[in-house]
C-alpha cells in the first residue's frame, strides 16, 4: 500500500476588483442570472454565466420543481441549452453565484459532482480546459483553470466515449 497526495491549484481573489475586466464583467451576468432562479422551495438561487470563444454568453439559474428531484442546478441549465444552441460552441470559461434570504454566504459556493461531472464531458468534447469563477457576492473569487482542479476523479471510460 502506498497513499499518494494529488495537488490542486486554484486562485483566490478578495474581491471582483482584483479580476480582469473579462472575469468581473462574467461575475456580474452571474449575479444578474440569479433574478431568474425559480428556487421557491430551497429559496437559495444560483446563478452563472457562461463565456463561449464566440464572445457569445449565456445565463442560467437553478430552476426547481415540487417533485423536488425533477429540479436542475444553474449551471447544467446553461450546459445543455449550449448543448443545443451552440453544439459546437467551445467555452472559455463559467462564473457561478447565489443568494438567499435565508442566511449569510460568506464563501463562495462550490458545484455540486453533477455539474463537475457535466462540466468535465463539455471540456472532453472541446479538449481545452473550461476557466470557472466562484463568486461570492462579498465579492471574493475562487477561480480554477479545468475541472480537474475540482474533480480530480472524474468519472471516465474511454471504451464508453463518444467518437466524435
Ligand atoms: N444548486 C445549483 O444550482 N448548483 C449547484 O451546483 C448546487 C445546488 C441549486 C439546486 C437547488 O435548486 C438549490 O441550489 C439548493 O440545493
Redesign the pocket.
Known amino acids: 500500500m502506498r497513499s499518494i497526495d494529488l495537488n490542486i491549484t486554484y486562485e483566490h481573489y478578495a474581491n471582483i476588483e482584483e479580476l480582469s475586466e473579462t472575469d468581473k464583467n462574467l461575475c456580474e451576468m452571474a449575479e444578474k442570472a440569479l433574478e431568474s432562479?425559480y428556487?421557491p422551495?430551497?429559496k437559495?438561487?444560483?446563478g452563472?454565466a457562461i463565456q463561449l470563444e464566440s464572445g457569445e454568453t449565456f445565463l442560467?439559474?437553478?430552476?426547481?420543481n415540487v417533485a423536488y428531484p425533477s429540479?436542475?442546478?444553474?449551471?447544467?441549465?446553461a450546459l445543455f441549452s449550449i448543448g443545443v444552441m451552440h453544439p459546437d460552441g467551445v467555452i472559455e470559461s463559467m462564473a457561478?453565484t447565489?443568494q438567499t434570504n435565508a442566511f449569510e454566504i460568506t464563501k463562495p459556493?462550490?458545484?455540486?459532482g453533477?455539474?463537475?461531472q457535466v462540466m468535465a464531458e463539455f471540456e472532453m468534447k472541446q479538449n481545452r480546459p473550461i476557466q470557472v469563477l466562484f463568486y461570492c457576492l462579498n465579492g471574493e473569487v475562487l477561480k480554477v483553470n479545468g475541472i480537474k482542479s475540482l474533480l480530480p476523479f472524474v468519472f471516465v471510460e474511454d471504451r464508453l466515449v463518444a467518437s466524435l
Do not use: D, K, M, P
Open positions: 432562479s428556487s422551495y430551497s437559495f438561487r444560483v452563472t442560467g439559474s437553478n430552476q426547481e429540479g436542475l442546478c444553474a449551471e447544467r441549465v457561478i447565489a459556493i462550490t458545484s455540486c453533477a455539474c463537475l
